[in-house]
């Protein structure tokens, strides 16, 4: 039994070494002292033997366990370094990856670059100056031929921005400047060297140059050429280099952009010029300048004091060549204008309107001035003048400039402040004579409105003078017109027949002759000026206001209010014809009606004072 249950312990024993936690050493003494003690009463050796035996299970047991103690350590320190590794791991591949980011977005500019080279490339059309040749002799008084392109290049900037029409204009710049100088890597060029490069091979732009010689006298020589410009030399004296620099920007500005020259020689008064230089270009001139030197042509012609009927003709050839050219429908309406066909010119902008596809459409609303003029649009027509000046610096695109334009529109809105402060900004130009015009024009008209008649018939009288320049009658048909109302108005009767047997079959003369009889008691010729003004454009609204004005002076309302609702027809963006609509409806008693029509009025003329205080009298009555 004892010996069984020994064997049983042992047994059970023989296992342990796979115990490897701290506990089983003292597992294993405590056993082995029980055991010893178990066999000591069997058998002394079997104890001593069993003892020893467990002693060195014992020993055995503590080496395991210093060992798993340091293999952990060992283990601990490794499991910690990998963790390391993984971390410097996930950090690398994340910088891997940004550099490769890096890289493709590098590629990809640089891709995006070289496209945009390479169109810009195929759309060059630009004017490029090269350093011309210049004797070394010259290079002390500082004339290099950097110098003297330079100089050319700065008279063709002028002579561009001096240009004002709608004609495309060409870049212009030198071959030296604007340098970028980004090395492309194993090729040793800049980047704007392949700019350049594909430039030359796939652009269309006209390079320029030529040389300065001394010559025998001693004088200076320049000549000039270019791609498809013929050589020309332009000689004078030592110290005539601004004088011939000039000569030759001229010269090459008009073989590069022949539309753009016929455009400066007629904003700026070279009207004999330009006509010459268009008949003699036309025929050999690209097909996309042919319309613009036709209108330059015309412009010219009628600013001159020639044939409206032969401009007519010319601008109409121009717009079958392009039947986009808005310039073209706008130039047209204004010489049937000018040539007293209102009407006609009316249709005209209504045909505008339909190519255009309707209002806002295809068409830029600076070429509705002439419809907005004449059906008195104040507000639309203010708002394109406005944007033309912000787009222009000031000055505008058409033959007149934009700023007695804006004070005349302001005048016709019954703000004097605003066409005061427009007069005193307009930016001086150089050979206008419409400034000068209008500007009387519009300090007439503000002395009439405030009752001031004396000095708005001096005003007037000094427009009348500036107006007898075609350049300006050119561009305000039927503005003379309104002399008359001045001289009559200033006790001057004859002055006032004079001016409105001379002024033409227009519109405003035909109702201001109507005003004048009716204002010396002659009522049945006034009607028929009335009628007569009518009958000369149906479709506009000024004639039948004038004649409602009349009519309720009469005392003729309902006429009066028939009139009224005709001009406000035709003109349903004209404060007048509301105002004064609204002061019959007042004289009936009809003040809710009145109110109406005076809210409806300060839509279009939200400054004019007298309208303020009829609205607010009207409002105070009713309540």
Same mark, same amino acid.
């Given at each position: 039994?004892?010996?069984?249950?020994?064997?049983?312990?042992?047994?059970?024993?023989?296992e342990t070494p796979e115990v490897e936690a701290p506990e089983a050493v003292a597992s294993a003494e405590a056993f082995a002292a029980a055991v010893a003690a178990?066999?000591?009463?069997?058998?002394?050796?079997?104890?001593?033997?069993?003892?020893?035996?467990?002693?060195?299970?014992?020993?055995?047991?503590?080496?395991?366990?210093?060992?798993?103690?340091?293999?952990?350590?060992?283990?601990?320190?490794?499991?910690?370094?990998?963790?390391?590794?993984?971390?410097?791991?996930?950090?690398?591949?994340?910088?891997?990856?940004?550099?490769?980011?890096?890289?493709?977005?590098?590629?990809?500019?640089?891709?995006?670059?070289?496209?945009?080279?390479?169109?810009?490339?195929?759309?060059?059309?630009?004017?490029?100056?090269?350093?011309?040749?210049?004797?070394?002799?010259?290079?002390?008084?500082?004339?290099?031929?950097?110098?003297?392109?330079?100089?050319?290049?700065?008279?063709?900037?002028?002579?561009?921005?001096?240009?004002?029409?709608?004609?495309?204009?060409?870049?212009?710049s030198n071959a030296w400047t604007n340098e970028i100088k980004l090395a492309v890597p194993e090729a040793g060029i800049s980047v704007s060297e392949i700019a350049?490069?594909?430039?030359?091979?796939?652009?269309?732009?006209?390079?320029?140059?030529?040389?300065?010689?001394?010559?025998?006298?001693?004088?200076?020589?320049?000549?000039?050429?270019?791609?498809?410009?013929?050589?020309?030399?332009?000689?004078?004296?030592?110290?005539?280099?601004?004088?011939?620099?000039?000569?030759?920007?001229?010269?090459?500005?008009?073989?590069?952009?022949?539309?753009?020259?016929?455009?400066?020689?007629?904003?700026?008064?070279?009207?004999?010029?330009?006509?010459?230089?268009?008949?003699?270009?036309?025929?050999?001139?690209?097909?996309?300048?042919?319309?613009?030197?036709?209108?330059?042509?015309?412009?010219?012609?009628?600013?001159?004091?020639?044939?409206?009927?032969?401009?007519?003709?010319?601008?109409?050839?121009?717009?079958?060549?392009?039947?986009?050219?808005?310039?073209?429908?706008?130039?047209?309406?204004?010489?049937?204008?000018?040539?007293?066909?209102?009407?006609?010119?009316?249709?005209?902008?209504?045909?505008?309107?339909?190519?255009?596809?309707?209002?806002?459409?295809?068409?830029?609303?600076?070429?509705?001035?002439?419809?907005?003029?004449?059906?008195?649009?104040?507000?639309?027509?203010?708002?394109?003048?406005?944007?033309?000046?912000?787009?222009?610096?000031?000055?505008?695109?058409?033959?007149? =400039?934009?700023?007695?334009? #804006? &004070?005349?529109?302001? *005048?016709?809105?019954? %703000?004097? $402040?605003?066409?005061? @402060? /427009?007069?005193?900004?307009?930016?001086?130009?150089?050979?206008?004579?419409?400034?000068?015009?209008?500007?009387?024009?519009?300090?007439?008209?503000?002395?009439?409105?405030?009752?001031?008649?004396?000095?708005?018939?001096?005003?007037?009288?000094?427009?009348?003078?500036?107006?007898?320049?075609?350049?300006?009658?050119?561009?305000?048909?039927?503005? =003379?017109?309104?002399?008359? #109302? &001045?001289?009559?108005? *200033?006790?001057?009767? %004859?002055? $006032?027949?004079?001016? @409105? /047997?001379?002024?033409?079959?227009?519109?405003?003369?035909?109702?201001?002759?109507?005003?004048?009889?009716?204002?010396?008691?002659?009522?049945?010729?006034?009607?028929?000026?009335?009628?007569?003004?009518?009958?000369?454009?149906?479709?506009?609204?000024?004639?039948?206001?004038?004649?409602?004005?009349?009519?309720?002076?009469?005392?003729?309302?309902?006429?009066?209010?028939?009139?009224?609702?005709?001009?406000?027809?035709?003109?349903?963006?004209? $404060?007048?014809?509301?105002?004064?609509?609204?002061?019959?409806?007042?004289?009936?008693?009809?003040?809710?009606?009145?109110?109406?029509?005076?809210?409806?009025?300060?839509?279009?003329?939200?400054?004019?004072?007298?309208?303020?205080?009829?609205?607010?009298?009207?409002?105070?009555?009713?309540?």
């Amino acid at each position: 039994m004892a010996e069984d249950s020994l064997g049983g312990v042992l047994g059970e024993e023989a296992e342990t070494p796979e115990v490897e936690a701290p506990e089983a050493v003292a597992s294993a003494e405590a056993f082995a002292a029980a055991v010893a003690a178990i066999a000591s009463r069997q058998d002394p050796q079997v104890a001593r033997d069993t003892s020893a035996f467990l002693q060195e299970h014992s020993a055995l047991l503590k080496v395991q366990k210093n060992h798993l103690e340091d293999e952990h350590a060992i283990r601990l320190h490794h499991l910690r370094g990998q963790a390391r590794e993984g971390d410097i791991r996930r950090v690398g591949l994340r910088l891997r990856v940004a550099f490769q980011v890096f890289l493709a977005l590098v590629a990809t500019v640089f891709g995006a670059g070289f496209v945009v080279a390479l169109h810009d490339a195929f759309a060059s059309n630009g004017v490029v100056v090269e350093p011309f040749d210049a004797p070394p002799a010259l290079a002390a008084s500082g004339l290099t031929g950097k110098v003297v392109a330079a100089g050319l290049l700065d008279e063709l900037m002028r002579l561009q921005n001096a240009t004002r029409t709608s004609a495309a204009k060409r870049n212009l710049s030198n071959a030296w400047t604007n340098e970028i100088k980004l090395a492309v890597p194993e090729a040793g060029i800049s980047v704007s060297e392949i700019a350049r490069l594909l430039k030359e091979r796939f652009g269309h732009d006209l390079h320029i140059d030529g040389e300065l010689v001394q010559t025998e006298t001693p004088g200076l020589e320049l000549t000039v050429r270019g791609d498809g410009v013929s050589a020309k030399s332009f000689a004078g004296a030592s110290g005539d280099l601004k004088k011939l620099t000039i000569a030759a920007a001229e010269y090459v500005y008009s073989q590069s952009e022949p539309a753009l020259w016929a455009s400066y020689l007629s904003n700026t008064g070279r009207y004999a010029e330009a006509i010459t230089f268009s008949r003699a270009e036309y025929a050999s001139a690209d097909k996309s300048d042919r319309p613009y030197l036709l209108n330059f042509w015309a412009t010219s012609l009628v600013s001159s004091g020639g044939s409206p009927t032969e401009a007519l003709a010319l601008y109409r050839a121009a717009l079958k060549i392009k039947p986009d050219f808005w310039t073209g429908y706008s130039n047209v309406s204004q010489t049937l204008w000018h040539l007293g066909d209102e009407e006609g010119a009316w249709r005209v902008e209504n045909d505008l309107l339909k190519v255009a596809g309707g209002r806002p459409g295809r068409v830029p609303e600076r070429f509705y001035g002439n419809l907005d003029t004449l059906t008195w649009n104040l507000a639309a027509w203010r708002d394109s003048l406005v944007a033309e000046a912000e787009t222009t610096g000031g000055i505008g695109s058409a033959n007149s =400039s934009v700023g007695p334009s #804006l &004070a005349d529109v302001d *005048a016709r809105l019954h %703000d004097a $402040a605003s066409a005061q @402060l /427009e007069l005193e900004t307009t930016r001086p130009v150089e050979q206008d004579p419409t400034i000068a015009a209008i500007s009387h024009f519009v300090r007439g008209r503000l002395a009439a409105e405030a009752g001031d008649s004396q000095r708005a018939a001096s005003e007037m009288e000094a427009f009348a003078i500036a107006n007898a320049d075609p350049d300006v009658r050119s561009n305000f048909p039927g503005y =003379s017109c309104w002399v008359a #109302l &001045a001289e009559e108005a *200033a006790g001057h009767p %004859d002055k $006032a027949d004079t001016v @409105l /047997e001379t002024g033409g079959t227009f519109v405003d003369c035909y109702r201001f002759r109507g005003d004048i009889l009716d204002s010396r008691g002659d009522w049945g010729s006034a009607e028929k000026a009335y009628a007569k003004a009518v009958a000369l454009a149906p479709d506009l609204p000024a004639a039948y206001y004038s004649w409602g004005v009349a009519l309720a002076r009469h005392g003729d309302f309902a006429g009066a209010e028939a009139k009224f609702k005709e001009a406000n027809r035709h003109g349903p963006h004209w $404060a007048d014809p509301l105002k004064n609509w609204g002061d019959v409806l007042v004289k009936q008693g009809r003040g809710e009606d009145a109110l109406a029509k005076y809210n409806g009025a300060l839509k279009y003329a939200p400054h004019w004072a007298a309208l303020k205080e009829a609205r607010e009298a009207t409002a105070t009555h009713r309540t």
